[in-house]
Every structure is written in structure tokens, then in C-alpha cells.
């Protein structure tokens, strides 16, 4: 069997089957398994994404309250008509202390959340309680850039900016609402500006937590204001990575970005290890499909094997060789079918060969026996008796037309090479010999040729008419009458064969003879296969069974022999 | 028929033999591969053109400083092209393009912010800074240091030196002065030593500190920024130049490489210099040594010497990257010979750490375009007022007339 398998992978058309066979068998189910893979992965995304929108979207609210509410205290430090006051009045600084009060009742009970700071834009030196005021507050300095900048050239709205500093009391501050305050004229008189401790903010999200979730919090240049994943650096521009299953969420003004990070590494966990498993599962199934393959593919292909095998042993020369296929085998199977006709084959081809042998025996037969009759020293001895005879009488015209029929004669069988040659050709050997023969016979017999000139240029096997011309003045010319008659005629029928008769008025043939040759090809060896069997046997051999040789005869009457041809004109 | 099945087994063993040993060779290879090929070193290169602040002294501290840094890294190569002044840097910049010359860095004053942004020399750093460096490393920088450093919401330098000027003084023969001192009290304090010793006590760039007091303006963004005519500004010069024609100081001019052997030894009480001498100074002293930084006037503290960094504009903006990393590690490796530090953390190892406690220098500097000529157009005034041929306050108007004029003009460049 491995045997078997060795010798067929080498074969294209069985290596097409196996791999059709793996395709088919592992192809669907590599499908299957990605169908479910996605499947799964879809519906659990899908349940993770609306987890995750229902998360940031709390943490979202969350941190727009809180927002608002600095926002709001912001505002109501920046429109206290007592601060503006002092401000336009360049004051705050000499009555700072006096402001303390209003910004620590805003500052009750968010101690640990925030720190406010109330800046002069015309000075330097304000500050609440003992809370220090960081240098980067210093409007001399700092005007031109960050929050002071962007409160001095934003429309009044409050201004959200990532703000990260380690404050006197080494707490974290993470961001900075700023509003800027203006008198009636619109003219920036101060600042306040709230910043939120990082505790606040990791707080706050820490309380809105649901489920595993990380936050990055982005102000509107995109410096991150809180990371809690720890892949980002707070105070630095950020370009958020791809990372996990993220929600953005903005603020109504675009003050700010947050993004929600939903931990979902038990759902890569979960789709990993069915990865793992549907990978193992195709494993299997993939060196299961193998030997499958393998089998159906050398199940369906051990008959063409077997067919390949016999045919290259025809071609080896093993003519006897037969397709044997397994008797178990189902006798409609298209196999057993091709099997059978090609064992068909090889016999009618073995036949076709038998045939071929034959007609090469018959030909060269023929030939022999016509070499035979025509130059046989018999013959020419005849022949030139004939000449001597007619020199005697002095019938010199005779002497020279016998002379020319016989080299004329001899010519052709010794130029006389191929199997096929022209009616004329053959008709010409006909007059040759019947004008020898008259010479011979002192006329006794009328000659009479009708053969159109498109039957004259057909091809037909040589040595056909002759034989049966011969045929008739040697046996039909025997009933003692003085004077016979021997009619050739040739015709083309309408069905494109071609007919030729030779009539003789002689003795006729005997029924027996006659039904022989008329049936010649059921027996042979009779009449010893010469004469008019041998040109049947050679058309019938040549042209197959509906074209050959009829005998039509009524004892001391006459003599008709037909030879039906296919019509085929000479190309050469 | 054997014999060719054994050829193709052993063809396929053979075969499958070299695959897995080229394969492994090859994973091998890859492995190994920062060893076997030699790694391009991607050392960036750069030019940089360094201010040396009017002082020739400060060509040798830049230069050991980049000695230093080069031995401490090979990622950046610096190339130095060293110009006495600012005034030199801004002629250099300008006239670069046409003598095609690339300058990367400049090095010199943050006063010089608005005259290099205005004739579109320098570009800004803030994508570079808040990318690599953040708000937080921002925040840490002490607030004075980033003055004038700042446009339209655009920062354009960012402070690599700073030097303050301090009064250096034997405290063995002068009670202690405290935190700071200003102009008056130091020709009082001066005048005092020298009535008492009949020698003058106190060496001092006289040139230099009324220079900054004439020149003293707001920041560049206050709305009077150059303000001139203040009386005690008038009444500083008077008392200086008397103090001049009557011998009291002994003047030096810090354009030279100064030599302070008189104080060191003990031969005058009092000097001012700058914080870029104090190891010098205190390593040579035998006596205690007092040192206390000086004021133009009560609060308003002399600008900070020194140099910021800025990035200059070039013709593909793909330059600048490679120009920050240099940038960046320059000011990480950290400029320490001014003895005044950058960062707020570093402060407590300085020896006059308490400058950092009040906003020093947080209303100085003349951040203008005309900058360079309003300061040619002072030093003369300077000059003139030493010599004594007019009085300070005619000086004074004549120049506030120069300077107006000069300000209605067409900015330079």
C-alpha cells in the first residue's frame, strides 16, 4: 500500500487529488473555526463597548461636576465686586488679608482638593493664608505664556490647563482652572486661577470606578492632566498609543479630553486560549485529513493508476496487456467502462494489425503472382514462341505490336513498386496484357473499355483488374466458341464509390466458386487464395466490408465480375 | 530502483540538515547582529553660537564646559563659535544667510527674545519642550530664570546660565551686610570704609552697574517698559560719578580678564563681581568670607548674567529635532560654573541659595528690537557721565531724547 502511495505521489494528476481532497476537508473547517473565532470576538467587543461607553460616560459626568463647581467658584471670585474693586484700585495687595475670609468660605470643605489663587496682574505678591504662590504665577514673568496667557486672550470663559507641581507642602497639583477678572471696560485686572490636587482627580474617578478602567485626561493643547495607566507622562504633550479598549470622551467646551482605557484582558484571555484550543483543534483535524485525503485520493486514483500502468506497457510493446481492474468494483463504474473500452480497443487494434499482416501477405502474394505470370520464363517462352510463330507468317506488324505490349509489359513489372496506382495506370497493364493476349489468340476475343476520365485519374490498389481479365480468358474463354468478348467498364456512383465490371461471354463460373468469392471473407484457402479471391480479400482488406467483389455468372453464358471502390482521386 | 530511493533520502537529509543549520545560523546572526555589524553612530552635530556676555573670561568656562560634555557623551557634537556679545551674535545671525553659514543654537541673553523673534531668527520650542520635557520639568525651572524667555503664548529660549552679582566683602573687618544690598548703601557703605582708612575700599565695574541702572526697565510686556527718568536713578549716577572723581571705588572694567589679587590678599574690604568667581574667591581667602547679592534699588534686584538657549530658524523644519536633542542634553548636562542653578531643586547647594527666596531680577531687562543701540547709545552716556564733563540728569534727557528717536524708527535688521 505505501508502496503503491510512493510510486502515485509522484504522479501530478494523484498529487491534484490530495491536495483537492486536503483543500476541500481542511478549507471549511479553517472557516469554521474563524467564523467562530470572529463571531465570538465581535459579541464580546460589542458587550465590552457598550460597558465601556457606559463607563466613560460616568466618568465624564463626574468630572464635569467637578469642573463646574471650579468653574463656578472661579466665576464668583472673578465677579465679586469687592475683589474687582481692590484690583482696580492696584489694593489687593495692602487689603489681601481682608479677601482671605471670602476665599476660604469657598475653600470650606475642599481643603484637600484645591488651592486658589488670586493674582494681581499688576503685581506679584498677593497670596492666600500662608499657602505659597508658585513662581510660575508671577504675571511679570508668565504673561506671555500658559494660563495666565491663555486667560489674558480667551473671552472671558475659564481656561483648563494641565498644570502638574509639587506645591510647599510636597502635594501633587495636576491642573489649573483659571478665569480671568476684568472690570466694566473689559480690561484684565487679575486672575484666579483653582488648582486641583492629583489626588482630587484620582479620587474622583476612583469613586465613579466601574470595573477595571484607566483614565488619561488630556487638556485642550493635549498635555495630559491625569494618567493612570502609567504608559504617558502628566505635563507632557501626548500622542495616545493603542492600547486596550479605549472611549474618548471631550467636554462640551473642548476644554478637555478624557480617555477611558477598559481593562479587557480577560477578554484577550478568553481569546487567546480559544485561539489556543481552535488552533489545537485544527491541528488534529489537519494530520486527520492527511491519511483521509491521502486514502480517498488513492482509492479514486488506483484505476487510472492501473490504466497508466497497462499503457505504458503498450507502449513497451505488450500488445496482450489487459486492464484488469477489482472484480468488486461496480461493472457501470466509468473506470470499468474506460477499462473496457480500452481492452476494446487493444483488441480491435490487435485485429486492425492482424488485417494489416494480412494484406501485406496478400499484396506481396499478388505482386509475386503477377511477376510470375508476367516474366516467368514459362511465359516469355510462350511469348516468344508467339513472336517465332508470327515471324514465320511474316506478320511483321503483329511481331512489332507483340514486341512493344510485352516490354511495355515488362517495364511496368519491373518499374511495378507501390500497392496503389491510377485506373489509367491499371488499365493501361489491362491493354497491355488483353493486346498480347489478342495477338496471341489470334483475335478471338472483342475487347471493349469504358472508363470516363474521372475514373481514370481515381487510386485504387494495383493489380484489381488484371487478375480478373486474366481470369476470364483463361477459364471463361474455354466453352470452344470462336469468338468472345470481354467488356470493361468503370463509373463513378452518385454515393462517391467508384465501380468497375468486367464482363466476359465465356463459361461461366461454377455457383459454388461463385458463392465462395462472393463470400470470401468467411473462409478462405479454398481455392488455394489466388485469382479473384486474392483481389477480393485485398479490397475487402483495404476499403472494409461494403466495398469488394461480386460475381454474377449463368454457366456457358456469361460472366460478370463488379469491384466496388471508394472513389479517391490521385493526389501524386 | 533501490538505489535511487537511498539518493533521494539522502538528498532530502542533506537538504533538511543545511535549511535548519542556515536557519539557525540565521536566527544567530540576528541575534547578534548589533555585534557583528557595527552600529552607525548617530551623533548629531551642531552649531552653536555663544555670547560671552562682554566678558573674554568666559571663553575658557564655555570651553571646559564643553569639553566636559563632550568627554561625557558622544550622541552631540557641539561646535562653538564663540562672539564677544549679544550685539555680535544678532550681526552674526542676520548676515549667516547671506555667508552661508548655519548657525543651530544661539547662546546668549533672554533679553534679546523680542529683536530675535521680530527679525525671525529664532524659532519656537514649546512642541520640543512640552514633548520631551513636560510642564512639570517646566515648573521646576526657578521662575526668574525663564524671564523674557516668553511671546504670544510661544517660549523661545530656554535658560542655560546664570550669574548673579553679588558684593563680596571681609566679614573679619566689616560687620555682616545681611541678605542684599543696594546701590545707595554700598557707596554709603563705601564712603564710610573710606573716610575711616582713607583708602578706597571697595573695587567694584562701576561701568556696568550704572549701565543697568540707567538701562533698568520693566519687563518687556509692562506697559512702561523704558523709564528713564526716575530721580533716583539721577541721583545713583550723581552720587557714582562724585564717587569716581573723588577716588572712593576703584573701578575695573569686567570686559577684561579681571584680576582680584587686592581683595583676595586682603588689601581692600569690599568687592563686586560676579557669582561666576565665587569658588575662585572663596578657595583663595584666608579671612571669612561675607557675600551678599546686590540691588539697583530697594527690591529692584541687577538682571541675571548669562545666556539662554535658542533655536535658530532654518530653512527645512526637519533640522529642528536634531537640534533639540543637543539642545536638550546641553541643558540636562547642566551648566554649573555660574554657581547659580537652573532648577529649583539645586538650589540649596548654592552658596547665596537665598537669592532664590525673592523674585529676583523680576523687573529688568530691555527686551526690545532696538536693544543693541539703545545699549551702545548708554554705554557712551556711561562713559560721558565718568568723566565728569556733565551732570547726570543733562545725560539722562539727552539720552531719553536719543532713545524715544530711536524708537520711532524701523526696528534693525
Known sequence: ?572 | MKDGKKDRTYKVIVTAIVTAAGLVLGLWLFAHRDHIIPQETNTVSVNILVSLNNNQGNKSRYEEFFQRYHASQSDILVVPFYVISDTHVMLKLIYSKQANQTYDIACMGADQMISLTDLNLVTPMDEYILKSKGLAWLNQIRPVMLADAMKDGKIFSIPFSRSATLLYYNKDKITDIGDCIDLKELLAKADVQYQEHLVPELMAPVNYLLLETVAHQKAYHAKDRFSLSEEDKVEILSQYQKAIQDHIIIKYSENDIVNFDKFIQGDIEMLVASSVYYNDIADKTTFSLGCSPLELYKDVTFPLQGNNFYMVSQPDDSRYAEVWKAVEGLVDYGFTEDNLSIMKQDAQTEPFCHISHYGYNNTSGMAVTQNSKIRLLTESMIINLLKGNETAKELTEQLQMQVDELLKQQPEG
Open chain 1, 1 to 572: 500500500m505505501s508502496q503503491n502511495f510512493i510510486s502515485y505521489i509522484s504522479r501530478r494528476y494523484f498529487k491534484r487529488l490530495l491536495l483537492s481532497f486536503l483543500r476541500i476537508s481542511i478549507l471549511p473547517l479553517g472557516i469554521c473555526v474563524a467564523a467562530i473565532l470572529y463571531a465570538n470576538y465581535a459579541m464580546s467587543l460589542e458587550k465590552y463597548t457598550k460597558n465601556a461607553e457606559t463607563v466613560s460616560a460616568s466618568y465624564l459626568h463626574k468630572l464635569s461636576e467637578v469642573v463646574l463647581e471650579y468653574e463656578n467658584i472661579a466665576k464668583s471670585i472673578g465677579e465679586n465686586n469687592e475683589i474687582i474693586q481692590l484690583l482696580e484700585n492696584n489694593q489687593i495687595r495692602d487689603y489681601g488679608p481682608s479677601l482671605t475670609p471670602i476665599v476660604e468660605s469657598l475653600m470650606t470643605g475642599r481643603e484637600n482638593k484645591i488651592r486658589i489663587h488670586i493674582l494681581d496682574y499688576d503685581s506679584d505678591r498677593f497670596q492666600i493664608g500662608s499657602q505659597q504662590k508658585p513662581g510660575f504665577y508671577d504675571t511679570n514673568l508668565f504673561s506671555e505664556w500658559g494660563i495666565l496667557y491663555e486667560l489674558l486672550t480667551t473671552d472671558h470663559g475659564s481656561v483648563i490647563c494641565s498644570n502638574p507641581y509639587l506645591d510647599e507642602n510636597d502635594r501633587i497639583t495636576s491642573m489649573s482652572i483659571g478665569q480671568s477678572i476684568r472690570d466694566k471696560n473689559d480690561r484684565v485686572l487679575g486672575f484666579v486661577i483653582i488648582d486641583v490636587y492629583r489626588d482630587t482627580l484620582v479620587n474622583l474617578f476612583a469613586l465613579a470606578a466601574e470595573g477595571d478602567t484607566e483614565v488619561v485626561l488630556l487638556d485642550r493643547r493635549q498635555i495630559a492632566i491625569l494618567d493612570t495607566t502609567g504608559e504617558y507622562e502628566e505635563g507632557k504633550l501626548t500622542a495616545l498609543g493603542d492600547r486596550g479598549l479605549a472611549v474618548v470622551k471631550n467636554s462640551s467646551d473642548s476644554n478637555f479630553f478624557l480617555y477611558i482605557y477598559l481593562n479587557i484582558s480577560d477578554f484577550y484571555s478568553s481569546m487567546s486560549l480559544l485561539l489556543k484550543i481552535s488552533g489545537i483543534l485544527l491541528f488534529i483535524c489537519v494530520l486527520l485529513c492527511i491519511p483521509a485525503a491521502s486514502l480517498l485520493a488513492r482509492s479514486l486514483y488506483a484505476p487510472l493508476g492501473t490504466l497508466v500502468e497497462s499503457m505504458e506497457s503498450i507502449t513497451q510493446g505488450n500488445i496482450q496487456q489487459r486492464i484488469v481492474l477489482n472484480q468488486n468494483q461496480n461493472q457501470n463504474d466509468e473506470m470499468v467502462l474506460l477499462a473496457r473500452i480500452f481492452n476494446g480497443m487493444l483488441d480491435k487494434m490487435n485485429d486492425l494489425l492482424a488485417q494489416v499482416v494480412e494484406e501485406t501477405e496478400r499484396q506481396k502474394n499478388a505482386e509475386i503472382k503477377a511477376l510470375q505470370a508476367q516474366i516467368s520464363p514459362h511465359f516469355l517462352y510462350n511469348m516468344f514462341n508467339e513472336i517465332k510463330s508470327l515471324a514465320k507468317l511474316n506478320r511483321v506488324d503483329e511481331i512489332s505490336q507483340f514486341v512493344v505490349h510485352l516490354g511495355r509489359l515488362l517495364r511496368r513489372s519491373i518499374t511495378y513498386k507501390e500497392g496503389f496506382g491510377t485506373v489509367r495506370d491499371e488499365i493501361e497493364f489491362v491493354k497491355d496484357y488483353l493486346e498480347l493476349q489478342q495477338i496471341r489468340y489470334e483475335r478471338s476475343f472483342q475487347i471493349q473499355i469504358d472508363i470516363p476520365e474521372e475514373v481514370m485519374a481515381c487510386r485504387i490498389p494495383t493489380l484489381i483488374l488484371q487478375p480478373i481479365v486474366e481470369n476470364s480468358i483463361i477459364h471463361g474463354f474455354t466453352d470452344g466458341k470462336k469468338q468472345h468478348r470481354i467488356q470493361i467498364t468503370g463509373w463513378k456512383s452518385e454515393d462517391d464509390k467508384i465501380l468497375f465490371e468486367v464482363y466476359d461471354d465465356g463459361a461461366g463460373v461454377d455457383e459454388d466458386y461463385m458463392k465462395y468469392i462472393n463470400n470470401v471473407e468467411k473462409s478462405s484457402g479454398l481455392y488455394g487464395g489466388l485469382g479473384l479471391e486474392n483481389v477480393q480479400k485485398r479490397v475487402l482488406l483495404t476499403y472494409g466490408m461494403e466495398y469488394g467483389l461480386k460475381i454474377e455468372s449463368v454457366k456457358n453464358q456469361y460472366t460478370l465480375v463488379r469491384i466496388t471502390m471508394p472513389y479517391s482521386k490521385e493526389t501524386v
